[in-house]
């Protein structure tokens, strides 16, 4: 069977705005990517590589409808993982003239090999394995990733570079101060604090922080409702509210600083975090979730914090770890970020509680 060299789309732009220092209200630091609109290369990446593995199988097409459904079985950012995966596994078996679809075993074992030998993390391997099962059940073919020597491969990989991720620091309550503390008195100082503060008070993933609209916020005496309507974890949009108290200041509040932010961009329908331009005004389009990222680097950077180890995931994991050492239970704490897992929560707690329950400290040193 031959195998299509596929298009799978160029994926998500880079927001150049969030590369650069802050400056003056007029400056540089605002200024904006030029191209096409994140949003829709997203879009135009996932429908192509859902298109490209149903192109895979060569038994009857099914109908119209169920193709449409069938390429939203899987989240945008899963389809890009695997197309990049894919791209990648064509190229591996083009160089060496292997088949790819259906691929042996000992192909398969050899990529894992490549990948290993050429600084690939244990959990991209075991995305890509799982692409590569993926395929092969697109085209209704047997699947090689079960085969004994697949399996012996890739537990001798896991066993030699190991499987503990290197995860990003929490941007705990202290350090999401001093973050605030520097903001500049501008536009741009007013969109970051709002982001910052409702992303640490929500808990909310990169990709559902820039896909709140303003039909989402519901503000209330009480505080803000965020109707979250699709998550990591809710892929078939039952959507989730999660509640956003007013802080204790000001500076501090994640509530009236969205609403500053609202007012100053004379925003009122349609995405909340946008881009602005170089003097500062706001455009139509939603900031990407990779400026997210960018937004928390610059910030911990400017307060003197190391920017490689902090990511837009620092926000969540800094409101778990927060809430953790303030003795809030896992039950409460997953009910703010959405875990259907106590896993993960109980990662944060034990990261909280290092010091606070050490048996070092309780033996009398």
């Known amino acids: 069977m031959s195998v299509p060299d596929l298009d799978f789309g160029s994926g998500v732009a880079s927001d150049e705005a969030q590369r650069v220092p802050d400056g ?42 169920s193709e449409h459904y069938a390429s939203r079985s899987k989240s945008r950012a899963t389809i890009k993982a695997y197309a990049a995966g894919w791209r990648d596994f064509l190229q591996f078996c083009e160089v060496r003239q292997l088949v790819a679809l259906p691929a042996s075993e000992q192909t398969v074992a050899d990529y894992l090999a490549y990948l290993a030998d050429n600084g690939y993390k244990a959990a991209t391997i075991a995305t890509r394995l799982v692409m590569l099962s993926q395929a092969h059940k697109a085209a209704n073919l047997p699947s090689p990733t079960t085969a004994s020597l697949v ?36 536009r741009v100082g007013l ?40 998550a990591k974890t809710d892929q078939e949009g039952r959507s989730r509210r999660i509640g956003i108290p007013y802080g204790s200041s000001e500076q501090t509040c994640p509530v009236r600083s969205l ?5 100053s961009a004379r925003i009122t329908d349609g995405p909340v975090f946008r ?15 990779k400026a997210v990222a960018r937004i928390v680097k610059r910030r911990a950077a400017a307060v003197g914090l190391d920017p490689e180890r902090y990511a837009g995931h620092s926000l969540r994991a800094g409101l778990a770890t927060s809430a953790a050492a303030g003795g809030a239970s896992e039950r409460v704490i997953m009910a703010q970020t959405g875990h259907r897992s106590a896993d993960m929560v109980r990662r944060y707690i034990r990261e909280a509680n290092l ?7 309780l033996a009398g040193l």
Do not use: Y
């Not at 007029?26 to 429908?47: I, N, Q, W």
């Not at 290197?166 to 309550?173: H, N, Q």
């Not at 609403?259 to 007012?263: D, G, I």
């Open 191 to 230: 969109r970051d604090r709002a982001l910052l503060l409702l992303g640490f008070a929500g808990a909310f993933r990169r990709v559902e922080l820039v896909g709140l609209d303003v039909a989402d916020l519901d503000f209330s005496s009480a505080g803000l409702v965020v109707v979250l309507r699709r």
């Open 259 to 263: 609403q500053a932010w609202l007012e």
């Open 355 to 361: 010091f606070t329950s050490n048996a070092a400290s």
């Open 151 to 186: 399996r012996r491969t890739h537990a001798g990989i896991r066993r030699v570079i190991g499987t503990a991720q290197v995860a990003k620091a929490p941007a705990v309550v202290s350090d999401l101060k001093r973050m605030l503390s520097r903001l500049p008195n501008t």
């Open 275 to 289: 881009s602005l331009d170089k003097f500062q005004r706001v455009q139509p389009r939603r900031l990407s979730d």
């Open 24 to 65: 003056a209200l007029v400056g540089p630091e605002c200024a904006e990517p030029r191209g096409d609109d994140p949003g829709k290369a997203a879009e135009g990446a996932s429908s192509a590589f859902a298109a490209g593995f149903a192109s895979l199988a060569t038994l009857e097409s099914p109908t119209e409808r």
